[in-house]
Protein backbone atom coordinates (compact mmCIF):
# COMPACT_ATOMS: atom_id res chain seq x y z
CA UNK A 1 0.00 0.00 0.00
CA UNK A 2 1.47 3.56 -1.08
CA UNK A 3 0.20 4.89 2.30
CA UNK A 4 -1.82 8.29 2.63
CA UNK A 5 -0.24 10.48 -0.29
CA UNK A 6 0.02 14.16 -0.17
CA UNK A 7 0.22 16.68 -2.66
CA UNK A 8 2.27 19.19 -2.40
CA UNK A 9 4.86 18.22 -0.62
CA UNK A 10 6.18 21.90 -0.68
CA UNK A 11 4.38 25.27 -1.42
CA UNK A 12 5.61 28.92 -1.48
CA UNK A 13 2.83 31.06 -2.31
CA UNK A 14 2.63 34.71 -1.80
CA UNK A 15 -0.02 36.80 0.80
CA UNK A 16 -3.81 36.75 -0.51
CA UNK A 17 -3.35 34.07 -2.68
CA UNK A 18 -5.60 30.84 -2.96
CA UNK A 19 -3.71 27.55 -1.40
CA UNK A 20 -5.36 23.75 -2.22
CA UNK A 21 -4.13 21.01 -0.53
CA UNK A 22 -4.46 17.57 -1.83
CA UNK A 23 -4.29 14.18 0.05
CA UNK A 24 -5.58 10.46 -0.87
CA UNK A 25 -6.32 8.21 2.27
CA UNK A 26 -5.39 4.43 2.57
CA UNK A 27 -7.74 2.40 0.50
CA UNK A 28 -10.39 1.39 2.72
CA UNK A 29 -10.10 3.93 5.74
CA UNK A 30 -12.82 5.53 6.37
CA UNK A 31 -11.83 8.45 8.40
CA UNK A 32 -9.57 11.44 7.35
CA UNK A 33 -8.19 14.33 9.62
CA UNK A 34 -6.27 17.52 8.39
CA UNK A 35 -3.43 18.55 11.24
CA UNK A 36 -1.30 21.63 11.19
CA UNK A 37 2.09 21.58 12.80
CA UNK A 38 3.99 24.64 13.55
CA UNK A 39 6.63 24.61 16.40
CA UNK A 40 4.78 27.51 18.55
CA UNK A 41 1.41 25.63 18.79
CA UNK A 42 2.32 22.00 18.01
CA UNK A 43 0.30 18.99 16.16
CA UNK A 44 -3.43 20.84 15.87
CA UNK A 45 -6.31 18.74 14.20
CA UNK A 46 -8.50 21.10 11.94
CA UNK A 47 -10.84 19.25 10.83
CA UNK A 48 -11.73 15.11 10.60
CA UNK A 49 -14.22 12.99 8.09
CA UNK A 50 -16.30 9.98 9.28
CA UNK A 51 -17.44 8.42 5.87
CA UNK A 52 -16.82 11.64 3.85
CA UNK A 53 -18.66 13.60 6.24
CA UNK A 54 -17.54 16.61 8.21
CA UNK A 55 -17.74 15.22 12.36
CA UNK A 56 -15.58 18.09 13.52
CA UNK A 57 -14.33 21.33 12.33
CA UNK A 58 -14.01 22.95 15.65
CA UNK A 59 -10.22 23.32 14.78
CA UNK A 60 -10.30 25.45 11.63
CA UNK A 61 -9.05 28.55 12.79
CA UNK A 62 -11.01 31.15 10.40
CA UNK A 63 -13.69 31.05 7.58
CA UNK A 64 -10.50 31.28 5.19
CA UNK A 65 -10.24 27.68 5.79
CA UNK A 66 -12.38 25.12 4.30
CA UNK A 67 -11.96 21.66 3.44
CA UNK A 68 -13.75 18.80 1.08
CA UNK A 69 -13.93 15.28 1.10
CA UNK A 70 -15.88 14.58 -2.45
CA UNK A 71 -15.27 11.05 -2.19
CA UNK A 72 -13.28 7.96 -0.33
CA UNK A 73 -10.66 8.72 -2.15
CA UNK A 74 -9.84 12.26 -1.89
CA UNK A 75 -9.82 15.66 0.34
CA UNK A 76 -8.90 18.97 -0.19
CA UNK A 77 -7.82 21.60 2.46
CA UNK A 78 -8.38 25.30 0.49
CA UNK A 79 -7.02 28.58 2.33
CA UNK A 80 -8.12 31.59 0.61
CA UNK A 81 -6.98 34.05 0.88
CA UNK A 82 -3.67 33.18 2.52
CA UNK A 83 -1.75 34.81 5.24
CA UNK A 84 2.11 34.50 6.67
CA UNK A 85 0.75 33.37 9.93
CA UNK A 86 -0.80 30.22 7.75
CA UNK A 87 2.85 28.73 7.06
CA UNK A 88 2.96 25.87 8.84
CA UNK A 89 3.25 22.08 7.84
CA UNK A 90 -0.06 20.52 7.12
CA UNK A 91 -0.78 17.01 7.71
CA UNK A 92 -3.71 14.53 6.70
CA UNK A 93 -3.79 11.34 8.71
CA UNK A 94 -6.55 8.08 7.58
CA UNK A 95 -7.72 5.43 10.04
CA UNK A 96 -10.80 2.72 9.99
CA UNK A 97 -13.02 3.58 12.74
CA UNK A 98 -14.67 0.60 13.76
CA UNK A 99 -17.05 0.02 16.92
CA UNK A 100 -16.48 3.91 18.09
CA UNK A 101 -12.77 2.72 19.57
CA UNK A 102 -9.66 4.61 18.89
CA UNK A 103 -7.23 3.64 15.84
CA UNK A 104 -4.08 4.14 14.58
CA UNK A 105 -3.94 7.12 12.25
CA UNK A 106 -1.63 6.74 9.19
CA UNK A 107 -0.15 10.20 8.67
CA UNK A 108 1.18 11.33 5.20
CA UNK A 109 4.11 13.24 4.61
CA UNK A 110 2.74 16.81 4.94
CA UNK A 111 2.76 19.29 2.85
CA UNK A 112 5.19 22.75 3.59
CA UNK A 113 3.13 25.71 3.21
CA UNK A 114 5.33 29.14 3.37
CA UNK A 115 3.30 32.37 2.74
CA UNK A 116 5.66 35.53 1.83
CA UNK B 1 -2.49 26.30 27.12
CA UNK B 2 -2.24 22.53 26.11
CA UNK B 3 -4.32 20.19 27.42
CA UNK B 4 -1.43 17.29 27.45
CA UNK B 5 1.59 18.45 28.66
CA UNK B 6 4.78 17.06 27.55
CA UNK B 7 8.21 17.16 29.81
CA UNK B 8 10.98 17.55 29.02
CA UNK B 9 10.69 19.42 25.76
CA UNK B 10 13.94 18.43 24.22
CA UNK B 11 16.25 16.12 25.53
CA UNK B 12 19.84 15.16 24.16
CA UNK B 13 22.24 12.05 25.32
CA UNK B 14 24.27 10.04 24.94
CA UNK B 15 24.23 6.31 23.42
CA UNK B 16 23.51 3.84 25.76
CA UNK B 17 21.52 5.62 28.66
CA UNK B 18 18.29 5.76 29.80
CA UNK B 19 15.67 8.39 29.52
CA UNK B 20 12.33 9.16 30.39
CA UNK B 21 9.34 10.94 28.94
CA UNK B 22 6.37 12.56 30.41
CA UNK B 23 2.81 13.36 29.48
CA UNK B 24 0.26 15.12 31.96
CA UNK B 25 -2.75 16.18 31.93
CA UNK B 26 -5.64 16.78 34.34
CA UNK B 27 -8.23 15.40 32.29
CA UNK B 28 -8.88 11.90 31.66
CA UNK B 29 -8.69 10.05 28.79
CA UNK B 30 -10.24 6.49 27.35
CA UNK B 31 -6.65 5.79 25.97
CA UNK B 32 -3.73 7.39 24.97
CA UNK B 33 -1.16 7.06 21.91
CA UNK B 34 3.06 7.50 21.66
CA UNK B 35 3.50 8.84 18.27
CA UNK B 36 7.06 9.14 16.86
CA UNK B 37 7.98 11.57 14.34
CA UNK B 38 11.08 12.18 12.13
CA UNK B 39 12.57 15.21 10.09
CA UNK B 40 10.01 15.63 6.94
CA UNK B 41 8.04 12.83 7.56
CA UNK B 42 4.70 12.42 9.29
CA UNK B 43 3.89 11.14 13.10
CA UNK B 44 4.19 6.86 13.43
CA UNK B 45 2.30 5.54 15.79
CA UNK B 46 4.24 3.20 18.55
CA UNK B 47 1.11 2.06 21.11
CA UNK B 48 -2.06 2.60 22.17
CA UNK B 49 -2.43 1.82 25.83
CA UNK B 50 -6.06 2.16 27.05
CA UNK B 51 -6.33 0.37 30.50
CA UNK B 52 -5.50 2.90 33.79
CA UNK B 53 -2.14 1.13 35.16
CA UNK B 54 -1.34 -0.45 32.19
CA UNK B 55 2.11 -1.10 31.01
CA UNK B 56 3.22 -2.41 27.49
CA UNK B 57 6.49 -2.98 26.09
CA UNK B 58 8.01 -2.50 22.75
CA UNK B 59 11.76 -4.34 22.33
CA UNK B 60 13.44 -1.35 24.31
CA UNK B 61 10.40 0.94 24.87
CA UNK B 62 8.35 0.59 28.13
CA UNK B 63 4.94 2.54 28.36
CA UNK B 64 3.04 2.74 30.55
CA UNK B 65 -1.00 4.70 31.67
CA UNK B 66 -1.73 6.13 35.01
CA UNK B 67 -3.84 4.66 37.38
CA UNK B 68 -6.51 7.56 36.93
CA UNK B 69 -5.80 7.35 33.25
CA UNK B 70 -4.64 10.78 32.89
CA UNK B 71 -0.97 10.76 32.27
CA UNK B 72 1.67 8.48 30.83
CA UNK B 73 5.02 7.53 30.49
CA UNK B 74 7.75 6.42 28.06
CA UNK B 75 10.85 4.82 29.12
CA UNK B 76 13.79 3.61 26.81
CA UNK B 77 16.19 1.53 27.76
CA UNK B 78 19.90 1.82 25.96
CA UNK B 79 18.92 4.63 23.83
CA UNK B 80 20.47 4.53 20.49
CA UNK B 81 21.22 7.36 17.51
CA UNK B 82 18.03 5.53 15.61
CA UNK B 83 15.75 6.44 18.79
CA UNK B 84 16.49 10.09 17.50
CA UNK B 85 12.88 11.74 16.82
CA UNK B 86 10.09 13.58 18.24
CA UNK B 87 8.26 11.91 20.76
CA UNK B 88 4.09 12.94 20.88
CA UNK B 89 1.60 11.72 23.11
CA UNK B 90 -1.80 12.11 21.95
CA UNK B 91 -5.11 11.50 24.17
CA UNK B 92 -8.40 10.10 22.67
CA UNK B 93 -11.94 11.17 25.12
CA UNK B 94 -14.36 8.84 23.18
CA UNK B 95 -14.11 7.88 18.94
CA UNK B 96 -11.07 9.12 16.96
CA UNK B 97 -10.42 12.28 17.78
CA UNK B 98 -7.25 12.92 19.27
CA UNK B 99 -5.15 15.97 21.11
CA UNK B 100 -1.97 15.98 21.11
CA UNK B 101 0.80 17.17 23.08
CA UNK B 102 3.74 19.30 22.15
CA UNK B 103 5.87 16.55 22.02
CA UNK B 104 9.77 16.09 23.34
CA UNK B 105 13.15 15.97 20.80
CA UNK B 106 15.18 13.49 21.80
CA UNK B 107 19.22 13.52 20.35
CA UNK B 108 20.55 10.46 20.83
CA UNK B 109 24.50 10.93 20.10
CA UNK B 110 27.02 8.14 19.30
Known amino acids: DAGVIQSPRHEVTEMGQEVTLRCKPI?????LFWYRQTMMRGLELLIYFNNNVPIDDSGMPEDRFSAKMPNASFSTLKIQPSEPRDSAVYFCASSFLSGGQLSEQYFGPGTRLTVT | TQLLEQSPQFLSIQEGENLTVYCNSSSVFSSLQWYRQEPGEGPVLLVT?????EVKKLKRLTFQFGDARKDSSLHITAAQPGDTGLYLCAGARGGNKLVFGAGTILRVKS
Open chain 1, 27 to 31: SGHNS
Open chain 2, 49 to 53: VVTGG
